[in-house]
C-alpha cells in the first residue's frame, strides 16, 4: 500500500506576531476528501497554503506524494506546484486571467506541466472544457465574459486538467447564488468520485463540508480541537465549539 498523498505535520504559521496556525496535523490518501471548517481567522486558509506551496511554514512539516517540500524552492517548488497540485479559490481572478479565454487559461497549466502538441493540448482541454459542463462554444471567450458560476467551472477545469495528486479548495461556492452553489458541488463531487483525486475543501459552511467531505477538521484560532469521519463529527461532536457549530445557528 502506497503511503498518503499529503501528510502535514504540527504545521505552524506565524505571521510576525500572528498565529496564522498551531501545530496541525493531518493525512489525506488517495480517493479521500478532508474538509476544514472553522469560523474567519482560524486559520483554514494557512493550512491550504503550506499545502499549496504558496507558504512556507515556520514550524512543522509538509509532504506531497511522499516528498518532503520544504527545501523545494524557485523553479523546481513551481514544477511541484504545477504538477503535484490544483488550486481553486473563492476568488477566481486570484487562479485565472479573466482577460484570456476559458480555453487558454486551462491550456496554460498543461504548457506548464510540460505538455507538448498542439492538437493534443487542444483535445485535452476541450475533454475538460466539456466536463465541467460549460457551454459549448463559449472555449474561445475570455472568462471576463462568464458569470460567477462559469468561472468557478473554468477553476476547477483548470486545476484539474494536469491531473494533479491532490485538489484544494478554499471556499469554492462561497459568494454564490444557492442555486449555483449547488449545481458547482455537485459537479465537484461527481469530478472528484470519477477521478479519486484526493481533496482538501476548507469552508466556513457546515453544508459544504458535509457534502463533499469523508474527514473533518474543525478549528479555532489557529488549532484543530477535534477531527474524525464527517458523520461522526457531525452527528455526535464532541467538542464544545463543534457542538455550537453544529447546533446553532452561530455565524461563521
Ligand atoms: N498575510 C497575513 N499577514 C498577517 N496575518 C495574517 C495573514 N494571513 C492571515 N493572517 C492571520 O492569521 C490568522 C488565520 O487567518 P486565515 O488562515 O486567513 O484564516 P481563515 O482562512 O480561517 O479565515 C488570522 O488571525 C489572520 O488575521
Ligand atoms: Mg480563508
Known amino acids: 500500500m502506497s503511503g498518503p498523498v499529503l501528510e502535514v505535520r504540527e504545521l505552524t504559521v506565524r505571521y510576525g506576531g500572528t498565529l496564522g496556525c498551531d501545530a496541525v496535523s493531518f493525512d489525506v490518501h488517495e480517493g479521500e476528501v478532508l474538509g476544514i471548517v472553522g469560523e474567519s481567522g482560524s486559520g483554514k486558509s494557512t493550512v491550504l497554503g503550506c499545502c499549496g506551496l504558496d507558504l512556507h511554514p515556520s514550524g512543522g512539516w509538509v509532504r506531497l506524494s511522499g516528498m518532503d517540500t520544504a527545501g523545494v524552492v524557485g523553479a523546481q517548488r513551481r514544477r511541484l506546484r504545477n504538477e503535484g497540485i490544483g488550486i481553486v479559490r473563492q ?8 482577460e484570456i479565454s476559458a480555453g487558454g487559461n486551462i491550456v496554460e497549466r498543461l504548457l506548464a506541466t510540460g505538455y507538448r502538441g498542439f492538437q493534443a493540448i487542444r483535445d485535452r482541454a476541450e475533454r475538460v472544457y466539456t466536463e465541467v459542463e460549460l457551454p459549448a462554444g463559449r472555449m474561445d471567450a475570455a472568462v471576463a465574459t462568464f458569470s460567477g458560476g462559469m ?98 445557528r452561530l455565524e461563521v
Open 151 to 248: 468561472r468557478q467551472r473554468v477553476q476547477i477545469a483548470r486545476a484539474l486538467v494536469s491531473e494533479p495528486a491532490v485538489l484544494l479548495l478554499d471556499e469554492p461556492t462561497t459568494g454564490l447564488d444557492v442555486s449555483v452553489q449547488a449545481r458547482i458541488l455537485d459537479l465537484i463531487r461527481g469530478l472528484q468520485r470519477r477521478t479519486g483525486v484526493a481533496m482538501v475543501v476548507v469552508s466556513h459552511d457546515l453544508a459544504v463540508i458535509r457534502m463533499l467531505a469523508d474527514q473533518l477538521l474543525v478549528m479555532r484560532d489557529g488549532r484543530v480541537v477535534e477531527s474524525g469521519v464527517t458523520d461522526r463529527v457531525l452527528s455526535d461532536p464532541r467538542h464544545p465549539y463543534t457542538q455550537l457549530l453544529v447546533s446553532s
Open 91 to 98: 476568488a477566481a481572478h486570484e487562479e485565472l486571467r479573466l
